[in-house]
Nanobody, 118 residues
């Protein structure tokens, strides 16, 4: 399962970005999906997860109310809508696929950089 993120970039504090994660040669609807981020010199941080159907979501307290995870299984794509961005949201954002029906293990993308300036 190869995951590719996109949508990162530079934005001012208070702005918004929408990240996408798609897969090549695999159907993401068979996987639970989540978003993580990693800032320089910090551990990888869980942000949000969504069930295979999209009917269940969870969020870390640090992003609850600002970020929204969603998926479009018809487009084989996972999203993360990020609003009210803060400078501390600056990090590399990575998607993860897990509990895939037809694949063993967890799979990570390479990440997309998000930089929030004041």
């Amino acid at each position: 399962v190869q995951l590719v993120e996109s949508g990162g970039g530079s934005v001012q504090a208070g702005g918004s970005l929408k990240l996408s994660c798609t897969a090549t040669r695999y159907i993401l609807s068979s996987c639970g999906m989540s978003w993580y981020r990693q800032a320089p010199e910090k551990e990888r941080e869980f942000l949000s997860a969504i069930s295979k159907s999209g009917g269940s979501t969870t969020y870390a307290d640090s992003v609850k109310g600002r970020f929204t995870i969603s998926r479009d299984n018809a487009k084989n794509t996972l999203y993360l809508q990020m609003n009210s961005l803060k400078t501390e949201d600056t990090a590399v954002y990575v998607c993860k696929a897990y509990s895939c029906t037809m694949a063993v293990g967890v799979y990570w993308g390479q990440g997309t950089q998000v930089t929030v300036s004041s």
